[in-house]
């Protein structure tokens, strides 16, 4: 059988990893690579993983597994790409990168590859778990309670991770009362700020409020960020529906009024409490 000359060699590379990799290595070659991908930088780059994640928990969430496989491939060549950008500048590959999680899923799971017993359950692994990454951050010299919070977390999220390490060590309000207490307070204060303070202490009270309201949920074991998500789902889907209702009679929201459009708003929140919506 005849071979193609002008057929490209990555198509002679075995499908999957191995071409995927070569497939990066190509797309960043200063030579012959793609222009946008050899400008990119472990900064540029990073957002995009950030949102392919997402991606990936929306295709769980709609229980669509042929876009779950194809946001999950998306996701992995953000390592992949992260790791080329790394290997570009001598720092590590993606081979390292496999070699390292690796080594760190063994060494927290002894109970599966050590001589620790597996007869354990959840809770007290999600505990040891715990108290390795901790040995972890400790050897990388992070001894801080609040060290490694990673911070390109969604604010929520972090904001949530961040109240849990201060509780570890006895920084916490006993009880969801005080909390309350507390935003109740946080509350004034912002309203205070808005009459007769700056935009920037208006700014800053606004986010201590959010960030209490965090701390609420925490307490009350809601995970805020998904619990937002949530109300965005719910909010999205309602005034989808106000918007069709104003199509049926010849509208768009641009062409109502606030009166007209809360009046659909409380119609359709009795049909999406029905679950009808």
């Not at 992949?80 to 570009?88: T, Y």
């Not at 309602?238 to 918007?243: L, T, Y």
Request: hydrophobic fraction near 40%; include cysteine.
């Amino acid at each position: 059988m005849t071979q193609n000359p002008n057929r490209d060699p990555i198509f002679e590379v075995p499908e999957g990893i191995e071409q995927l990799l070569e497939i990066m290595k190509r797309l960043r070659d200063p030579e012959g690579g793609c222009p946008w991908d050899i400008e990119q930088t472990f900064e540029t780059i990073a957002p995009y993983s950030i949102e392919e994640a997402y991606e990936v928990e929306d295709a769980i969430k709609r229980g669509d597994m042929t876009d779950l496989q194809s946001e999950l491939g998306d996701l992995l060549f953000q390592s992949v790409f992260q790791s080329q950008i790394a290997a570009d500048k001598g720092l590590f590959d993606f081979q390292d990168v496999a070699k390292t999680i690796a080594a760190k899923m063994i060494d927290r799971h002894p109970h599966v590859f050590g001589d620790q017993s597996n007869q354990k359950s959840s809770e007290q692994q999600t505990i040891d778990w715990e108290v390795q990454k901790a040995a972890e951050r400790e050897r990388r010299g992070e001894t801080r309670v609040l060290d490694g919070v990673a911070m390109g977390l969604p604010a929520l999220m972090r904001a949530q991770k961040l109240q849990k390490r201060a509780a570890r060590v006895g920084f916490d309000w006993p009880d969801v009362r005080h909390v309350i207490d507390k935003i109740v307070e946080e509350s004034a204060e912002l309203v205070e700020a808005r009459d007769s303070k700056t935009p920037e202490d208006v700014y800053e009270e606004y986010g201590d409020l959010l960030f209490v309201m965090v701390n609420l949920g925490r307490h009350l074991g809601i995970e805020t960020e998904e619990a937002l998500r949530a109300a965005n789902a719910k909010f999205t889907r309602r005034f989808n529906a106000v918007e069709d209702r104003l199509t049926q009679i010849g509208k768009a929201p641009s062409d109502s009024d606030l009166a007209e459009m809360d009046k659909l708003w409380d119609e359709v929140k009795v049909i999406d409490k029905q679950g009808l919506l």
